[in-house]
């Protein structure tokens, strides 16, 4: 069973940047296909960014060229690095993971087994 768990969300001004991380255990590198969702109240949960094991990313439209997902070198946390941060970012964050070769639509929820409790996103106008 794999436990995920986020941090790094807070409350920011339009234009701002927030780093969100998501320490996995146990992590196998290259086991998993990581992903960040995120859900604004009456809203689906819509795909962000993923990445593989072998750091292949892809991101949302809507994210492209603000946000970045990496992993780090010890290969026991994701990240999303957030930039010009906009009110319509805000939303509660979740972390998922999938089995590696399991993904074949990165960005679609239902296709992640594991997921996070999630982190809060404020953006002020």
């Known amino acids: 069973q794999l436990h995920l768990v986020e941090s790094g969300g807070g409350s920011v001004q339009a234009g701002g940047s927030l780093r969100l991380s998501c320490a996995a255990s146990?992590?196998?590198?290259?086991?998993?296909?990581m992903g960040w969702f995120r859900q604004a109240p009456g809203k689906e949960r819509e795909g962000v960014a993923h990445?593989?094991?072998?750091?292949?990313?892809t991101y949302a439209d809507s994210v492209k060229g603000r946000f970045t997902i990496s992993q780090d070198p010890a290969k026991i946390a994701v990240y999303l690095q957030m930039n010009n941060l906009q009110p319509e970012d805000a939303a509660m964050y979740y972390c998922?993971?999938?089995?590696?070769?399991?993904?074949?639509?990165?960005?679609?929820?239902?296709?992640?087994?594991?997921w996070g409790q999630g982190t809060q996103v404020t953006v002020s106008s």
């Open positions: 998922a993971a999938q089995d590696w070769g399991k993904v074949t639509r990165p960005l679609d929820a239902s296709e992640y087994r594991y």
């Open positions: 146990p992590y196998f590198y290259a086991r998993y296909c």
């Open positions: 990445i593989d094991g072998a750091n292949v990313a």
